[in-house]
């Protein structure tokens, strides 16, 4: 089943963050595809079967803090 998970993405400051979080995101079990946004400080990201707390794990070991919005 697809899902959509909006997370709020703290930390952010320039697009090679963007980049870091989305490239994160996009290593995540099930993920089709993760947009995230440096102005809303979020991150729409879709695919099968998303495990929230796999997808906050993934930026936080980024070095960004994440939150389910
Ligand atoms: Mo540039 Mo964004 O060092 O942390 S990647 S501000």
Sequence with gaps: MADTIEL???GMTCD??????TGALKQV??????????????AR????????AKLIAAVEEEGYDAAAR
């Design 8 to 10: 709020t993405i703290t």
């Design 16 to 21: 090679h963050c963007v980049n870091a979080v």
């Design 29 to 42: 079990p099930g993920v089709k595809e993760a947009v995230v946004s440096l102005a809303e400080k979020s």
């Design 45 to 52: 990201v879709t695919g099968d079967n998303l495990d929230p």
